[in-house]
T-cell receptor, first 113, second 115 residues
Framework: GENVEQHPSTLSVQEGDSAVIKCTYSDSASNYFPWYKQELGKGPQLIIDIRSNVGEKKDQRIAVTLNKTAKHFSLHITETQPEDSAVYFCAARRSNTGNQFYFGTGTSLTVIP | EAGVAQSPRYKIIEKRQSVAFWCNPISGHATLYWYQQILGQGPKLLIQFQNNGVVDDSQLPKDRFSAERLKGVDSTLKIQPAKLEDSAVYLC?????????????FGPGTRLTVT
């Protein structure tokens, strides 16, 4: 089955700095890669996603890059703010098995004011 | 648009007791997922429904866990009997098969503590 690895597990940055979270996946059949933000006591919330036919996608301060050859994708948050503090999860979806999602282990991001 | 609803939000039970969780997906979403999220880990898929049929339940511990989605709308996940290692947050999510988007939307989760 698919295996998604995520690094780092914890990340602390100063407010205004950038944060980068990296994920790798194992199954070349995966074609959709969402990123979720999970705040304490809440369910994961989709913040950005990328499909396998796209190399990069940006939405304001958040961007995601995908390298299909190397099977890795990354989340970039620029100009971090305290409200960006949360746990971030990457995921990969295999379209040939009924839209099943596989999640990374999460990165706890702390933005220090 | 209303989000995914789950209840209860919190539940504390003793081991060997039974418990049930309820989920109401976003209206019109054909696919419903139940995930188990143990503290410090990512969500792990337990079961996936498409309408009222099971797409994947390969990681569902069927000796104690069961789930149903009888009318293709809301769903119930049951644990009987519970074990200490079942302590986790149980997340429900839904997605629509319509159009090119396959985003998953999560509910707030039910935090289960087994003592």
């Amino acid at each position: 089955g698919e295996n998604v690895e995520q690094h780092p597990s914890t990340l602390s940055v100063q407010e205004g700095d950038s944060a980068v979270i990296k994920c790798t996946y194992s199954d070349s059949a995966s074609n959709y890669f969402p990123w979720y933000k999970q705040e304490l006591g809440k369910g994961p919330q989709l913040i950005i996603d990328i499909r396998s036919n796209v190399g990069e996608k940006k939405d304001q301060r958040i961007a995601v890059t995908l390298n299909k050859t190397a099977k890795h994708f990354s989340l970039h948050i620029t100009e971090t703010q305290p409200e960006d503090s949360a746990v971030y999860f990457c995921a990969a979806r295999r379209s040939n098995t009924g839209n099943q999602f596989y999640f990374g282990t999460g990165t706890s991001l702390t933005v220090i004011p | 648009e209303a989000g995914v609803a789950q209840s209860p939000r919190y539940k504390i039970i003793e081991k060997r007791q039974s418990v049930a969780f309820w989920c109401n997906p976003i209206s019109g979403h054909a696919t419903l997922y139940w995930y188990q999220q143990i503290l410090g880990q990512g969500p792990k898929l337990l079961i996936q429904f498409q309408n009222n049929g099971v797409v994947d339940d390969s990681q569902l511990p069927k000796d104690r866990f069961s789930a149903e989605r009888l009318k293709g709308v809301d769903s119930t996940l049951k644990i009987q009997p519970a074990k200490l290692e079942d302590s986790a947050v149980y997340l429900c999510a839904s997605s629509s098969l319509a159009g090119p988007t396959v985003e998953q939307y999560f509910g707030p989760g039910t935090r289960l503590t087994v003592t």
